[in-house]
């Protein structure tokens, strides 16, 4: 029952967090990520864990451009992780505005997360897919990136 219950508050945030920022899901139904298993995308820990990410990103920088202006906003999000969010949810975000609102990035980089295996794999693999995307996330510098992380994580 409280999976259940856990799907329906994480379907009502999202829906609600999107109507909010003019960005729709088409797919009102569908589970977000692993939210069958109760994880809520809300959470303190999640919270924290999206500011390790981005302290090691971009120093919590908004504006941020990185990896040859490949990489955009606090994140650092790539357009292919992005365009995987907009296939996956049916979502509108745009790169590199979208990426560049530190709200909406936050939003974007949660639903990426899910998509790289949170609450769902171990929280070092999806980490490292966050960093390294497809099969680079088995790389060194994937595992260097986990480590900047773990350290971050570790230190709040």
Do not use: M, W
């Given at each position: 029952m409280k999976h259940v219950i856990a799907l329906a508050l994480v379907i009502l945030s999202v829906n609600a967090t999107f109507?909010?920022?003019?960005?729709?899901?088409?797919?009102?139904?569908?589970?977000?990520?692993?939210?069958?298993?109760?994880?809520?995308?809300?959470?303190?820990?999640?919270v924290t864990l999206l500011n390790a990410i981005a302290t090691v990103e971009s120093q919590n920088n908004p504006n941020a451009m990185g990896d040859q202006n490949q990489a955009a906003g606090i994140?650092?999000?790539?357009?292919?992780?992005?365009?995987?969010?907009?296939r996956k949810y049916r979502t509108t975000f745009s790169w590199p505005s979208d990426c560049l609102n530190p709200v909406t990035a936050q939003q974007i980089a949660k639903?990426?997360?899910?998509?790289?295996?949170?609450?769902?794999?171990?929280?070092?693999?999806?980490?490292?897919r966050y960093n390294g995307g497809g099969k680079h996330w088995q790389s060194n510098a994937a595992g260097r990136y986990w480590?900047?992380?773990?350290?971050?994580?570790?230190?709040l």
């Open positions: 109507a909010n920022s003019g960005h729709t899901l088409k797919k009102q139904n569908e589970k977000i990520g692993s939210c069958e298993t109760g994880y809520d995308t809300d959470s303190a820990n999640f994140f650092q999000l790539h357009r292919c992780a992005l365009l995987d969010v907009n639903l990426y997360l899910v998509i790289c295996g949170y609450g769902k794999k171990p929280l070092e693999e999806t980490i490292r480590e900047k992380v773990k350290a971050i994580l570790s230190s």
